[in-house]
């Protein structure tokens, strides 16, 4: 950095990102569990998945992010899916082979995949 201009644009940018965040009502979030514990377990390539299925798609209204620990580290990689006006779903014991199927039936189709879901485990 070279001056207090340059400064305030990074902030005003930095400042803008965190705004559409939080008013991105309209959007799907799918949110990775990138902690140790998720890592270990293969969170990467899910990630990597979900980012490839998302272009793939052309999916404007989803945003891929992660996240620290969830707490469930035996069921690790998890996934959340926030769905605008619809309850949290969490997915658990993913793998990148698993992803496809998510994004075409539950977010782009709206219909939730419960065999992957942190209900259907024993």
């Known amino acids: 950095m070279k001056s207090i201009a340059e400064l305030e ?52 209204n989803v945003v891929i992010e992660q996240t620290g620990c969830i707490g469930m580290c035996a069921l690790e990689p998890i996934v959340e899916v926030y769905v605008p006006g619809k309850e949290k779903v969490t997915y658990v014991k993913m793998a990148p082979e698993k992803v496809a199927k998510i994004v075409s039936d539950h977010i782009v189709n709206g219909a939730v995949v419960t065999e992957y879901t942190v209900g259907a485990q024993n």
């Open 9 to 60: 644009a990074i902030k005003k940018k930095v400042l803008d990102n965190v705004n559409l965040r939080q008013e991105r009502e309209e959007g799907i979030r799918v949110v990775i569990g990138m902690a140790t514990c998720g890592i270990a377990a293969g969170a990467r390539p899910v990630m990597t998945a979900f980012l490839e299925e998302a272009n793939k798609r052309n999916l404007s």
